[in-house]
């Protein structure tokens, strides 16, 4: 089963998940360029759909493979649209952009750009700002996939930091805008 699975991902470029034992979280995303019954050769991309050099696995570390999901197709779009998505887009106006506090209120039901938002305790999150007043803020919350998880309220005096148009936001948005008409 495994060498057809192999097969299809070499002849139709493909992309794949190979996971493998003793990789706790994660995988190998990639298609392949050769194999045989001890090895496979993969073409291995990186989140961001860059290419990431190429990868000897045995057959017999393979886990399970897993094809046809959303990550991958999330990530083939990424692949194609590299010149898209990994050049920053947002430039600062003005000499300073005003304050924290006027540049964060600027974004308030803007969908042009996904924010990352660091917490005190360092948790991250990635969304729209739908709101806030002197106290709070309400974003959208996207995930990895580009998929709304839901609305989340934070306190102003739990965020550390908060980033636009960073590597990880532009992957995101350009996933959000793909799939947003997902069920």
Same mark, same amino acid.
């Given at each position: 089963?495994?060498?057809?699975?192999?097969?299809?991902?070499k002849?139709?470029?493909?992309?794949?998940?190979?996971n493998?034992?003793?990789?706790?979280?994660?995988?190998?995303?990639?298609?392949?360029?050769?194999?045989?019954?001890?090895?496979?050769?993969?073409?291995h991309?990186?989140?961001?759909?860059?290419?990431?050099?190429?990868?000897?696995?045995?057959?017999?570390?393979?886990?399970?493979?897993?094809?046809?999901?959303?990550?991958?197709?999330? %990530?083939?779009? +990424?692949?194609?649209?590299?010149?898209?998505? #990994?050049?920053? /887009? @947002?430039?600062?106006? !003005?000499?300073n952009?005003?304050?924290?506090?006027?540049?964060?209120?600027?974004?308030?039901?803007?969908?042009?750009?996904?924010?990352?938002?660091?917490?005190?305790?360092?948790?991250?999150?990635?969304?729209?700002?739908?709101?806030?007043?002197?106290?709070?803020?309400?974003?959208?919350?996207?995930?990895?996939?580009?998929?709304?998880m839901?609305?989340?309220?934070?306190?102003?005096?739990?965020?550390?930091?908060?980033? %636009?148009?960073? +590597?990880?936001?532009?992957?995101?948005?350009? #996933?959000?805008? /793909? @799939?947003?008409?997902? !069920?």
């Amino acid at each position: 089963m495994f060498l057809d699975i192999l097969e299809k991902s070499k002849s139709e470029k493909k992309l794949v998940e190979l996971n493998c034992y003793g990789v706790d979280e994660g995988f190998y995303c990639g298609y392949v360029l050769e194999y045989t019954e001890g090895f496979v050769i993969v073409q291995h991309f990186t989140k961001f759909g860059i290419y990431d050099g190429i990868l000897m696995i045995s057959l017999a570390d393979i886990k399970f493979i897993e094809s046809d999901t959303a990550y991958l197709k999330g %990530i083939e779009l +990424l692949i194609n649209n590299q010149s898209i998505f #990994l050049n920053q /887009t @947002f430039k600062l106006k !003005g000499k300073n952009g005003g304050t924290f506090t006027q540049l964060f209120e600027s974004f308030i039901g803007n969908k042009d750009y996904l924010i990352k938002f660091e917490l005190s305790d360092e948790d991250l999150y990635f969304g729209f700002i739908a709101w806030c007043d002197d106290d709070y803020f309400s974003i959208t919350n996207i995930d990895s996939d580009g998929s709304v998880m839901g609305k989340a309220t934070f306190k102003f005096e739990d965020l550390k930091m908060y980033a %636009i148009d960073d +590597l990880e936001c532009r992957k995101r948005k350009m #996933l959000y805008d /793909t @799939f947003m008409d997902r !069920g």
